[in-house]
């Protein structure tokens, strides 16, 4: 035996092998492998299909679709969102408890049950009216039937139910804004609708944009719902192309790699988006703001103060 | 006759406790007065009241002889909307403890938002005398940073800058150095030395007795919501003060 192998100075060191961790690797990887492997020679998965249908017009045309209604109803969602968490937020307890009662609803009734509601709602008001309540004239009334076809069905249910989510983020980032922004706001004169617009959205919207862009990703999900109401989105597209031809996984196969193309493409930008929000002044400024928290609690400004008193 | 800023009487209690008390001080044209007291005294509140952040409960306060907050109208004092406050506090500057510049903005645009936005002031002209306010405070090279990237002095003395923009009558500070490191103080220090000399109005919380004692004209020392002692500054020392609990205070202090 050599010095080398008696003294603990001296000897080789011989890291920990991690066996355990190796063999559950490459069994998942040989799992792995052997599924896609399945999957690709798997006959019903039936390639040229899938390739025959991934760009027909119909499927496209559905992909339009789903992509108007994601988009209008996100966009109407922040809007009608932030009119909500202003509500929310307001002295007025009139307004609170409005806004309160409309996210409570809206939250509570499954989207599904609310899309075939909407879709249904001539029979319950056969025309909508526009005019002085209580017996008062009427302006504009309409069959309710023409109104809401399929597709403004799903949009009306889509916006009105993602409004009452965005508006709860919205408020929670309204309320991160530091309460100091507005009192500096209202000191030099700025109106409360001012103040609002210039000062504190423009904070909150940069808190409340990753949340929201999560939220457009799920929502572009949840469109494929309209089938049941028969608006031709790409979910409903491929089936009706699948009920005649009977292919239905390589067109279900189409869908999915459809979604999967826009959500990768959403989750990029939301990547980026987030990046970008990362290195804002705003999020400097509310960590800098942290930093002073802890400084109050030890060794900062009060006990500063205690020390020029003592 | 009546001075420049009077406050008559003024009481704002939270739920039961008292915080300012039967609070009366008047303040001529172009006087520095200097607001002391022992921490929760209550000169952040009447601060804040005089610039309507907080309502007060009872009492009077009159800019210019202006009612601030309350108008006349048909026998009644009635309350000021919130457009109409808010034209009122054009006319108030108010600098805070903890700065409170607005995140997302740049040090310019900081300057120039309220005097664009509220003064309707042409931009290029508001942009220009923005430029002159940061020279005067030292930090025109900062224009385009944003608050974050500033040291807590150099986002104080942005902040005298912005209040200034408004061309106040009045001018509020709220301790404006006590959230600084203590070599940045000097640098907002100066920079309400060299305003008081400009012979704006100006209200001024502060700790800092030597620096009380330089700037302001008189002072007034307050203790559990209610006014103790005021008098000319040069007797903010141990021995001139009259009152026992000022002389109290200003030992453990000096
Ligand atoms: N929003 C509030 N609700 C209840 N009490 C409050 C509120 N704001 C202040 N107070 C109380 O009012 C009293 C006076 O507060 P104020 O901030 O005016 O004191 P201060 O003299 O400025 O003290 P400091 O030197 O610590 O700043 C304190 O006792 C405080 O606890
Ligand atoms: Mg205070």
């Known amino acids: ?310 | 006759m009546s001075a420049f800023l009077e406050l008559t009487g003024i009481t704002k209690k939270y739920g039961d406790t008292v915080v300012v008390d039967d609070v009366s001080i008047a303040i001529e044209k172009g006087e520095t007065v200097c607001l002391l007291g022992p921490s929760g005294a209550g000169k952040s509140t009447v601060l804040r009241c005089i610039n309507m952040l907080e309502r007060i409960d009872n009492g009077r306060i009159v800019l210019d002889g202006e009612e601030l907050g309350w108008r006349l109208h048909r026998g009644a004092m009635r309350e000021l909307s919130g457009r109409e406050e808010a034209r009122q506090r054009q006319e108030i500057g108010m600098v805070f403890q903890s700065f409170n510049l607005f995140a997302h903005l740049t040090v310019l645009e900081n300057v120039i938002e309220a005097p664009v936005g509220v003064l309707k002031r042409k931009k290029a002209e508001a942009i220009a005398e923005a430029h002159e306010l940061l020279q005067q405070v030292g930090l025109d090279h900062k224009a385009d940073a944003y608050p974050a990237q500033l040291s807590g002095g150099q986002q104080q003395r942005v902040a005298i800058a912005r209040a200034l923009a408004m061309h106040p009558k009045l001018m509020l500070f709220d301790e404006p150095t006590s959230a600084l490191d203590p070599e940045l103080v000097s640098d907002v220090l100066d920079a309400i030395k060299q305003l008081a000399t400009t012979g704006i109005t100006m209200v001024i919380v502060t700790h800092e007795i030597g620096f009380a004692r330089e700037v302001s004209d008189r002072f007034v020392f307050m203790e559990a919501g209610r006014v103790v002692e005021t008098g000319p500054s040069a007797r903010l020392s141990v021995e001139a003060a009259e009152n026992e609990r000022t002389r109290g205070f200003l030992s453990k202090v000096l």
């Open chain 1, 1 to 310: 035996m050599s010095v080398h192998e008696t003294d603990p100075a001296l000897a080789r060191h011989v890291p920990q092998r991690h066996v355990g961790r190796a063999v559950v690797a490459v069994v998942l990887v040989i799992a792995l492998l052997w599924f896609v492997q399945g999957l690709a020679f798997n006959q019903a998965l039936d390639w040229p299909t899938i390739f025959q249908y991934f760009f027909d017009f119909n499927v496209l045309a559905g992909l339009g679709r789903t992509l108007l209604i994601t988009a209008v109803s996100i966009v109407v969602a922040v809007v009608l969102g932030a009119l909500l968490a202003t509500m929310r937020l307001s002295a007025n307890p009139v307004l609170r408890a409005l806004a309160w009662v409309y996210v409570w609803f809206f939250r509570s009734v499954p989207l599904l049950v609310l899309l075939v509601l909407t879709f249904n709602l001539s029979l319950l008001w056969p025309t909508i009216e526009i005019g002085i309540p209580f017996g008062g004239p009427t302006f504009v009334s309409m069959s309710t039937q023409d109104l809401i076809n399929p597709l403004v069905a799903a949009i009306v249910t889509f916006s009105l139910q993602q409004a009452a989510y965005t508006s709860e983020v919205l408020r929670a980032s309204i309320q991160s804004v530091p309460v100091g922004q507005r009192e500096a706001a209202a000191a030099l004169g700025m109106t409360g609708t001012r103040t609002m617009m210039r000062v504190v959205f423009p904070q909150a919207f940069r808190v409340a944009l990753p949340p929201i862009a999560n939220d457009t990703i799920n929502l572009l999900k949840s469109t494929s719902l309209v089938a049941f109401i028969a608006v031709p989105d790409l979910m409903y597209s491929v089936q009706q192309i699948y009920s005649s031809n009977f292919r239905i996984i390589p067109l279900l196969i189409v869908a999915t790699l459809w979604y999967m193309v826009v959500v990768s493409i959403l989750s990029i930008g939301q990547y980026f988006v987030e990046r970008k929000l990362r290195n804002s002044p705003v999020r400097a400024a509310r960590i800098a703001a942290t930093d002073d928290l802890d400084g109050l609690t030890a060794g900062g400004p009060l006990d500063a103060k205690k020390e020029t008193a003592a």
